[in-house]
Structure formats: structure tokens, C-alpha cells
């Protein structure tokens, strides 16, 4: 198919062709060629906004962040194609294997591949790929192919090697560091493998984690930005409805909302307590807030490992958040034996549990696993946001530190303020954490502050 010269791109000034009058794009259009005009649909340089573009230079990971309806899906797709197209449809391309990746199966094939703005519907028909749904992959007609991924299993890119990757949607992975870990060991082919990745911000982990890599490059766009492609009654209910909100922010304008007002931690705060290796810790604690319940919509069970060192008064201790085992959908005997795993791992003092749901059933869960195990059963008398203050109190003074990658744990932390919890569902790995700090800093100082209770 013959390509439009450049030419006909600068014909029509710095703005769209879509976007002009409707006399100048008849007159556009009159000076091509049928042939011209039957590839037109498909130049994506000539078409795109300057987010949808990959920027020039030496990247490793290109992000798209943008609000809902910004383009990031057919940027995602156009992307997947310069990277397998060939100049001719049996010739290869940049990239011979590719991993497009979503939150779950369905969601990679309904929208990343036969979505209005999927790879199926931007490919000319004589480049577009085969969908074979038994292997849930695609295949071009030079033999390049894409395989489909869920977030969900992060264990199945184990093994399968790539030298391009479409990651959608990353911000609302719930397994999304792991996920991403196993995509970049194998992402290996090739001289020059790039990820391209299309999110609407959110508060996460594993997307902050990316956009803090040095070969991270980034480009955005709010809503506005693809407004002659959107309904005008969508772009006005939905600026009436969130336009100055928070939420309006994050899904109209794009922009990555880190703090939550009157939050009792901040990102930035978090960020410059990861440290990269520990001191000799006199004490480790396991800290488990079980769920109530065991089906597959319980709340998950926090699970969170944390030291001490005890140079000096107590005042002079300092703490060290080493790990978060959290468990999703666990049954009692599952989330028992993580946290007598973890006690192990980590050679482990004490298990401190919340008891308040579970009673003495959690006990005897544990005890279950380890008979002789050292347990602590604790009782929440006040609400989350009271217990959680005292421990955010020693965040303030530079007493507490944090292994990397606890990006789940600090997402939930950044959202706790002091009128509660500003996610969705319960805070499980924030109150474990918040048990284990007070088993190993805020104890021991109530018992020096207090010489009647030292000896209990």
C-alpha cells in the first residue's frame, strides 16, 4: 500500500486535518489518489496526537498516562503495530514476538486486540494478524506473533520470551509488581525490547516503581485532549459530575493523585525511608489482621514482617518494615501457615495476631501449624485511624524504615487519613503493619514511660 508523502501531512498546518473546516479537508482530499486515500485510516503518524506519539531518544518503557477516552488504547495498538509491520505485509518487522498484557485475560482480548480502537480494528486488511483463540494468540501475515497475558497470573510469563510488550491498564493491577518483575526477565530478545504501557493514573505501587526508572519516559493527555473523537454529552456530564475532584483529576485530567488530604503518611515521606540493606535487628515480629471471613470476596489477609534495633533508651529505637506477605481470598489454615513461613524466613520472635474478629479460632488456627509457636493475641479498642496515628508519629521523627518494593502496603498507607480510610475495603496490610510497630516501638515506650508496668 502506497504511503502518503510527508508532504500531505504538511499541507495541513500545524492542526489536524480533522480538525479543520470542512472546505479544507475536501480540498485535502481531492489531491490524493484512490490508492492514497484507501491508506489514509491507517497512518497513525499522520493522525496522532503528540501523547500517542513515542517520544525520540533511548528508552526502555514508554507510559502513557491519561485520562478516560484519551487515545491510550489506539496509541497502544498503532505502537504494537510499527513494531511488527515490515514495509511490505510478508516482510518482518522490529519486533518478532510480542506480550500483550491486561488485568485479565477477557480484558487483553476485548479491548487490546477487537476493540473499537484494538489491533484487529487499526490493521489494514492486508497486514492484519489472525487471531488463533486456542493458543489466545495473534499472528501476522510475516509471521510475528502476540501473546495474550493476565495480570492475574504473573507466573505465566514465566518462561516465554519477548522483544516488545503492550502493558494496559497497569495502574489497577492488583498483583502488579509481580507481574511486572516476570515481564521484564522476559523481555530479552531482540537488540532493543521496549514496553509500551497505557494506564489512567491511580495510586500504585508497581506504576510509581516504573515511572521512577531512569529509562521510563512518559507522555500525557487529559480527556479534553481527544474531545473530536468523544460524545459531547459525555465530556459535559462527566465534567459537571467529578470537574474539580479528586477523582475528576485522575480520570478526566490524568494526573497521578499521590496524597490524599489529611493522609497520615505522603509518598514522598515513604520514598526517602527505602533503604536497600538492614542492620543487625535485635527483634522480628510477624503481624497478621485475619479476615473475618474465607470465600473469595473476604478482605485479604495483612500479613507484615517488621524489626527493631535496641541501641539506647527506647527513644533511640529504630524500626524496619521488611516485608509484606498479605494474602488475598485465604482460607484460616492458608494465611496460618504464611505467617508461620514468614516467622521462619525471617527468624522471628514473636506472632502478633488481631483477634477482635477471630476470637480464639485464630489461635487455635495457628497453633494448628506450630503447637510451640510464640503468639501474642492483640485487641483493637480504638478505630484504625487512633491506632494508626501513634505509628505514624515515629514515620515523622525518621525512626521507621522500609524495605523496596512494599508499593501495596505504602498505596494503602497514603490513604489513610485522620477521618479513616479513604480506599476501598479494609486497610488489612496497614494494620498489620500498624500492630507490628506497636508490638516492637510503642509498648516498650508506654513501659519506660510508665516504671509500674516494666516488669508485665
Not at 479476615?291 to 533508651?313: E, L, R, W
Request: net charge negative; with cysteine.
Amino acid at each position: 500500500m502506497t504511503l502518503i508523502s510527508k508532504q500531505f501531512a504538511l499541507r495541513s498546518g500545524a492542526s489536524l486535518i480533522a480538525s479543520a473546516q470542512p472546505s479544507r479537508q475536501k480540498s485535502f482530499l481531492a489531491t490524493l489518489t484512490s490508492e492514497q486515500l484507501a491508506a489514509l485510516p491507517y497512518l497513525f503518524d499522520f493522525w496522532a496526537m503528540p501523547h500517542q506519539v513515542p517520544p525520540e531518544g533511548d528508552w526502555r518503557t514508554w507510559v502513557i498516562l491519561g485520562g478516560r477516552g484519551a487515545g491510550k488504547t489506539r496509541a497502544g495498538a498503532e505502537w504494537v503495530r510499527t513494531m511488527v509491520e515490515g514495509p511490505r505485509p510478508a516482510v518482518p518487522g522490529a519486533a518478532h514476538r510480542v506480550a500483550l498484557i491486561a488485568e485479565t485475560i477477557e480484558q487483553a482480548r476485548e479491548v487490546m486486540v477487537f476493540g473499537e480502537s484494538g489491533i484487529m480494528a487499526v490493521s489494514p486488511p492486508d497486514r492484519q494478524p489472525e487471531w488463533v483463540p486456542g493458543r489466545r494468540m495473534l499472528i501476522w501475515p510475516n509471521g510475528a506473533t502476540a501473546q495474550l497475558f493476565s495480570a492475574h497470573e504473573p507466573e505465566s510469563l514465566r518462561g516465554p520470551q519477548f522483544d516488545a510488550a503492550w502493558v494496559d491498564e497497569l495502574a489497577k493491577w492488583r498483583r502488579g509488581a509481580e507481574t511486572w518483575d516476570m515481564l521484564q526477565f522476559g523481555l530479552r530478545l531482540g537488540d532493543d525490547p521496549r514496553a509500551c504501557v497505557t494506564t489512567t493514573p491511580r495510586r500504585n505501587g508497581a506504576l510509581r516503581d516504573v515511572l521512577a526508572r531512569p529509562s521510563t519516559v512518559v507522555t500525557h493527555a487529559p480527556t479534553q485532549a481527544n474531545r473530536a473523537n468523544l460524545a459531547e454529552s459525555f465530556l459535559t456530564e462527566i465534567e459537571a459530575r467529578y470537574g474539580g475532584t479528586s477523582l475528576g483529576r485522575q480520570e478526566i485530567e490524568g494526573a497521578l493523585i499521590e496524597d490524599v488530604e489529611g493522609a497520615l503518611w505522603r509518598a514522598r515521606q515513604l520514598a526517602d525511608c527505602q533503604l536497600a540493606g538492614f542492620p543487625t535487628l535485635d527483634r522480628v515480629v510477624v503481624a497478621i489482621d485475619p479476615p473475618g471471613t474465607s470465600h473469595a470476596g473476604s478482605d485479604d489477609c495483612g500479613i507484615v514482617v517488621a524489626g527493631v534495633t535496641m541501641a539506647g533508651p527506647v527513644q533511640d529505637w529504630r524500626a524496619y518494615v521488611l516485608a509484606d506477605l498479605t494474602r488475598s481470598a485465604a482460607s484460616p489454615t492458608d494465611w496460618a501457615q504464611a505467617a508461620i513461613d514468614a516467622m521462619d524466613h525471617y527468624d522471628a520472635d514473636r506472632l502478633v495476631a488481631e483477634v477482635n474478629q477471630g476470637g480464639d479460632m485464630v489461635e487455635a488456627v495457628v497453633r494448628q501449624i506450630d503447637p510451640l509457636v510464640s503468639y501474642r493475641s492483640v485487641h483493637a479498642s480504638k478505630g484504625k485511624s487512633a491506632r494508626a496515628e501513634p505509628i505514624a508519629a515515629l514515620y515523622e521523627q525518621g525512626r521507621v524504615f522500609h524495605a523496596r518494593g512494599l508499593g501495596a502496603l505504602e498505596d494503602q498507607m497514603c490513604q489513610m487519613t485522620t477521618r479513616g480510610f479513604d480506599g476501598k475495603g479494609s486497610p488489612d496490610r496497614v494494620d498489620a503493619l500498624v500492630w507490628a510497630l506497636h508490638d516492637l516501638m510503642i509498648e516498650p515506650a508506654v513501659k519506660w514511660r510508665n516504671p509500674s508496668i516494666r516488669g508485665l
